[in-house]
């Protein structure tokens, strides 16, 4: 009769996989030895594998490099780490290493970028995507960066700002547009509290954007709080997002890119599932097939990723300080 917790575990998940394995009794994480770590660091302990991070860019950067090749797909893709998801400068750093660009969302967020481009670790030309909503702080931050000529590309959340960085920055510069998708009927706002309203858009960029003699649009970005899933929901809510670029691209020749935001899940339990590739395929030929019906271009793909960047790179250690029974019968 299997009544321990490890006939559990066995029952229940593969075991060993790629992160984890044991090495007599002791548990190792990449090949390092868990239990030497806690006897030199102690515990609770928490830690960060760095070379996973690279590893997920890495694979991620070839889902969407071989999706397009077997696609013949034109536009670029372009890889953004969140940094929210952690702001540790040996995390940041790490991410930067492998040809990506950053994506912010608040004005500390900007404190840092700044530090980046000073110390030679960000590339002055290569864009830096400013999300979320923009306080009094963080849009100055943005327009001082912008007005010192990095390329910092302001996503609008709401129409004030446009208002607020065209007074502040002095030559022409770059917008991206935000739609609020609308969230699964289950949860509990029914319409995101972030961005423009699919109706909203087309008419805010013909009154606001089209004319204006300092801004113009290039990107179109989007974000599903679900993340990026394989459910009639999701396809629905990207195609309508398609729908809105093919319409703003009708009237307006410089925007040239599609951000679909983050949402590729990550490895939260043993019992995890998810066919990364097949999902960028199925992104990249939907995108590739408007495309192609709607006589534009293909856009350039932007992502976000944090979470997936991060997420499976480090963990907490603990030490098991008391043990009792659950039952009578286990063991």
Known sequence: ???????????????PQEEFRLNGEELEFHGIPLMEVVRKYGTPLKFTYLPKISENIRKAKGWF?????????K??????Y??????FSHVVEEALKNDISIETSSAYDLDIVEHLYNAGKLDKDRYVVCNGYKTDDYLERIAHLINAGYKLLPVIDNYQEVDVL????????EIGIRIASEEEPKFEFYTSRLGIGYRNIAPFYRDVIQ?????????????INTGINDNAYYWNEFNKCLTVYGRLKEVCESLDSLNIGGG????????FDYDYAYMVEEIIAQTKAFSRDAGIDDPHIYTEFGSFTVGESGGTLFKVIYQ????????
């Not at 590729?264 to 019992?271: G, H, R």
């Open 211 to 223: 004319n204006h003699p300092k801004i113009k649009l290039k990107m179109l970005h989007f974000f």
């Open 65 to 73: 490099r071989d999706a397009m090749e077997k696609t013949d797909y």
């Open 324 to 331: 009792k029974r659950q039952n009578d019968k286990e063991r």
């Open 1 to 15: 009769m299997k009544i321990k917790y490890a006939d559990l575990i066995e029952q229940t998940f593969d075991f």
């Open 166 to 173: 065209n007074a502040l920055i002095d030559n022409p510069f």
């Open 82 to 87: 969140c940094t929210k998801s952690s702001h």
């Open 75 to 80: 536009g670029s893709y372009n890889y953004c």
């Open 264 to 271: 590729f899940p990550i490895k939260n339990s043993l019992a």
